[in-house]
């Protein structure tokens, strides 16, 4: 009797396969198998490519003169720790019963390279290969996704962009790791005063370690500049508002050498010298010139897409990228939410149209069945296609991340944070189902001794989505965001705002200064990291070039995690588990220097960006892969030729120099370790530890 081979990425998802197809399996060493059905899985990446020893024995020896490595043929071998379960998956994939193969791996380019790799190593011929691309592990997604799978060759060109974004990967890493190793490891070694410094290089994360070391570089070369303002404090119907002097076109200090910027000063003694000017004839009196009244919508925002939930997690609950994506790959794989890598905001039709299954799944939510209730009753589900929540168009792999409605039991064996995390995709996903936040906008122009004071109001009128997204575990700042606050709280006050106009008289308290000084940029967090490397696009200055690679960013969302944690593991970059701020360490700063006088278009968002968008064409079927091959091997090779001929190595010590003066020396680190250890021993002595 012929079978289906069903293999998947993982054991676990195996197992809900074997669910879904409610087949009577027995386990077997490494697949379960029925009368017509065999399931067998993956355990991620099963083969991988050859190190250049194995084109080579000589190439294992680093050296200049083996540069640069280009093979015509690439090799690729088993992982040794997984090479039992390789085997397995292998003699089943050609056993002579099965007839046809499900590919079921993660619908993903990743997930595609997995499965490809095993089939190219496995020799398989003569089979029917279908994908099955799904967006959850519900059973009614798996039955759809196994009754929709279409021929593995309708996924050629997502397979040629896998292959050549890993021979990307390799080419780079291998070759510009080996060649600055070579040329500039002795500089920075014997800088640092270490046996033997390897610099490693990679198209993604070289590009993330230059974006970190330009921040922290621009916050060290910024100069605080001071200026003062000069507030009118306004006491009315037993409250009290602002009104901040600006120098409007009447005012004596227009276009002043004297202002920084419109509604300040540079010293203080002309923030004193209008003070006094403005509170010369008590009792103080402001008369109302112009007053703006509107009404503001605030739509809820789109949903998530991995780097969006990542940022959230990352200032909610202080997770690494790495953490949160291990935690909505969790409540994936126990059927709580959708496929976690997208880079997707919106919903696909498709989905809309059957949208109400995963709001009645809600209604059994502890923090989500009032708002499901009440969306199903009031059925504005059904108009959801025609808002902005949906779009084809913005989607290429998978829709954004929602909640199933489904699997709601699992919910007792996941983590806390787990929870929490769920919690707020759910809320998201709910918001978009209630009508904006309204807010009355007010602005307000009074005058003063002909000069003007700006105030300005926004009072939320009502509340709309607002009243769906505060988390059940947060605290009120937490659940605000960036929401703005009003100042009025009271309905009085409310109607007596409302009712000002032109000409009317405002009693001022008095005049106040207010000092500040101008803000360096901020430091990324990790989650604000992970945004900026998706719209990496954004910060290109040639309009023509970033029009080019709209959407581009560097990496993609599966990997994009996975390279932060890479430049933590080797040093280059400081992760602030607390805070989760990055900073660059001595060596990521140093090794930025040698990039920077060697390749430096590495360091360039616009270089990796285009790469990667270039990756998406051959996926598209725009370009072919030997089109991409051949302008990948013209850049490795002039890239190489071009650090060859330099002979730069001294000049790197004043760079070196240059950032080493902000770093504590590894002797003074080891010196306050042992006082700090010494300082506990005294106390715990003295505690009678």
């Known amino acids: 009797m012929n079978k289906s081979l069903f293999i998947a990425e993982k054991p676990s998802v195996a197992q809900e396969f074997a669910k879904a197809l409610k087949v009577n399996t027995s386990r077997k060493d490494g697949y379960l198998e029925s009368e017509n059905t065999i399931i067998t899985w993956c355990v991620g990446h099963l083969v991988t490519m050859s190190y250049p020893e194995a084109y080579d024995p000589a190439l294992k020896r680093w050296s200049l003169e083996t540069l640069p490595f280009l093979p015509e043929d690439f090799k690729y071998e088993v992982i040794p720790s997984v090479k039992k379960q390789f085997q397995i998956v292998s003699g089943l994939l050609n056993r002579k019963d099965v007839e046809t193969i499900y590919v079921c791996t993660d619908s993903g380019r990743e997930g595609e390279y997995i499965y490809r790799l095993v089939a190219m190593m496995a020799g398989v011929k003569d089979k ?20 929709e799978a279409k021929d593995i060759s309708e996924y050629d060109n997502l397979s040629a962009s896998a292959y050549l974004r890993a021979k990307e ?116 009196e402001a008369v109302v010139e112009k007053i703006e009244k509107k009404k503001e919508n605030k739509n809820p925002p789109l949903l998530f897409n991995l780097a969006e939930l990542q940022n959230e997690c990352s200032r ?141 109001f926004k009072i939320l009128v009502s509340e709309g989505y607002l009243k769906v997204t505060p988390n059940s575990f947060g605290k009120k700042k937490d659940n605000a965001g960036k929401e703005e606050k009003t100042i009025a709280e009271d309905g009085e006050f409310l109607n007596w705002i409302l009712g000002i106009k032109k000409g009317s008289y405002l009693s001022i308290e008095d005049f106040s200064i207010k000092e500040g000084e101008t803000s360096p940029p901020k430091r990324y967090t990790s989650g604000s990291m992970i945004l900026a490397m998706e719209n990496a696009g954004q910060l290109i200055e040639d309009e023509e070039l970033r ?103 001294l000049m790197l010590k004043q760079f070196f120099d240059a950032s080493s003066k902000f770093y504590k020396k590894p002797a003074q680190k080891r010196l306050e370790n042992q006082k700090k250890r010494s300082k506990i021993e005294k106390n715990n002595l003295r505690e009678g530890r």
């Open 316 to 456: 909610l609950f202080k997770l690494s990228p790495d953490e949160t994506l291990k935690i909505v790959q969790e409540l994936y794989e126990k059927k709580l939410v959708t496929y976690p890598r997208t880079d997707a905001r919106v919903l696909s039709s498709a989905v809309a149209k059957e949208i109400y299954k995963n709001i009645s799944g809600l209604k059994n939510y502890e923090h989500g069945s009032i708002y499901a209730a009440e969306i199903l009753e009031t059925g504005c589900y059904k108009n959801l296609i025609k808002t902005r929540y949906v779009n084809d168009k913005q989607i290429t792999d998978h829709y954004a991340i929602i909640p199933t409605g489904q699997g709601l039991n699992a919910l007792r064996s996941i983590s806390v944070q787990g929870s929490k995390v769920y919690e707020v995709i759910v809320r998201r996903f709910l918001s978009i189902f209630y009508p904006p936040a309204v807010y009355q906008k007010i602005n307000l122009v009074s005058v003063i001794e002909k000069e003007k004071l700006f105030s300005s």
């Open 128 to 147: 029917k290969q279908k994908r099955v691309w799904i967006d959850s592990q519900t059973e009614e997604e798996i039955i759809r996704g196994i009754k």
């Open 547 to 649: 029009a080019q690679i709209k959407g581009s960013g560097i990496g993609t969302s599966a990997t994009r995690a996975e390279i932060l944690k890479k430049l933590v593991t080797i040093k280059y970059l400081e992760l602030n588990k607390k805070t989760q701020v990055i900073t660059p360490t001595l060596l990521g700063e140093m090794i930025f220097d040698v990039v920077n006088c060697s390749i430096r278009s590495l360091l360039n968002p616009e270089l990796t960006a285009s790469w990667e968008k270039g990756l998406t064409y051959v996926a598209e079927g725009s370009i072919t892969s030997e089109e991409y091959m051949f302008k990948l091997e013209n850049f490795i090779k002039s890239r190489t030729e071009g650090v060859l001929g330099l002979r730069n190595q």
């Open 169 to 284: 990967d390799y080419l780079m890493g291998i070759n510009f790791s080996r060649l600055l190793s070579l040329k500039y490891g002795n500089a920075v070694s014997n800088y640092l005063g270490s046996r033997y410094q390897a610099i490693s290089v990679g198209r993604v994360m070289t590009c993330v370690l230059g974006m970190v070391v330009r921040r922290e570089r621009e916050i060290r070369e910024f100069v605080k500049t001071p200026f003062y303002r000069v507030i009118g404090n306004f006491k009315q119907q037993g409250h009290t508002f602002e009104g901040e002097w600006r120098a409007a076109e009447s005012s004596r200090y227009f276009a002043s050498p004297l202002l920084y910027k419109e509604n300040g000063f540079k010293k203080k003694e002309t923030a004193m010298e209008l003070k006094e000017i403005l509170s010369a004839n008590p009792p103080l």
